[in-house]
């Protein structure tokens, strides 16, 4: 029997961060977990891309953009949105969540997310509940760039 898994080692992995505005100072805690994590497992400083979108809303087309340029081996999504009872935030997740996916199908390439609702971060637990977050969101890009080259390579 065989089992294909991902690893969490990287020798030459080519990341691209999007990083929601909207909500920034949960958001630079979401991107310090996820860089942190890259760094921690082999990515170099140089290979990690990081662009900034004023919304949500805006991280699809950012993501478009990244992988029609073919040159990067994952993306990770950073961001956050407002209050978790209101019907245009659950929406607004959903709807990007669901772009992020037919991305990552449509240029066989990860496509991980990091979103936080806003309020639910409270005091003390927000740099650590977005840095986790964002480290999440790193560790499954890592994985799955490993599983898919070793998908490839069968």
Not at 84 to 108: D, I, T
């Amino acid at each position: 029997m065989r089992v294909i898994e991902g690893l969490l080692v990287v020798s030459k992995l080519r990341v691209a961060l999007v990083l929601s505005r909207q909500y920034g100072f949960i958001g630079e805690r979401l991107l310090e977990g996820a860089q942190k994590t890259l760094i921690r497992h082999g990515v170099r400083h140089q290979n990690i891309q990081v662009l900034r979108v004023p919304g949500l809303w805006d991280i699809p087309l950012a993501i478009q953009e990244i992988l029609l340029q073919g040159k990067t081996d994952g993306v990770i999504s950073l961001g956050s949105t407002g209050v978790k009872e209101y019907v245009c935030s659950e929406q607004c997740l959903l709807e990007v969540s669901r772009e992020l996916v037919r991305l990552s199908l449509e240029h066989r390439t990860p496509v991980s997310k990091g979103f936080l609702y806003a309020d639910s971060l409270k005091g003390a637990s927000l740099q650590e509940d977005a840095e986790n977050k964002g480290k999440d969101a790193a560790l499954s890009i890592i994985e799955m760039v490993n599983l898919l080259d070793q998908l490839r390579d069968i």
